[in-house]
Structures are given as structure tokens and as C-alpha cells.
């Protein structure tokens, strides 16, 4: 049994380690996406 769990621990890292550059990836785009978005309020806000 506790084999059995250390093997399930080591398919569940190797998906999560193959997972992270995907994780990684949209995490930058939504931080890009708010970076973009807090420009363009900061301008409208010193503009006024």
C-alpha cells in the first residue's frame, strides 16, 4: 500500500512538473493582460 501511494505521489509530480511551463505560460498572460490594462488606466489618469 504505501508502495502503491509513492508511486501515485510520482505520477502526480511528473504531471505537475509537465504542467508547470503551461501554468507558467497563462499566468505571464494574465500578468501581461493586467500590466497593459494598469498602463492604460495610469495614462487616462494622468492625462485628466
Given at each position: 500500500m504505501i508502495h502503491f501511494i509513492?508511486?501515485?505521489n510520482?505520477?502526480?509530480f511528473r504531471n505537475f512538473v509537465a504542467m508547470?511551463?503551461?501554468i507558467l505560460c497563462i499566468m505571464r498572460r494574465i500578468f501581461s493582460?493586467?500590466?497593459v490594462h494598469?498602463?492604460?488606466s495610469?495614462?487616462?489618469f494622468m492625462s485628466r
Open positions: 509513492r508511486n501515485n510520482q505520477v502526480i508547470t511551463p503551461v493582460l493586467n500590466a494598469g498602463y492604460i495610469l495614462g487616462v
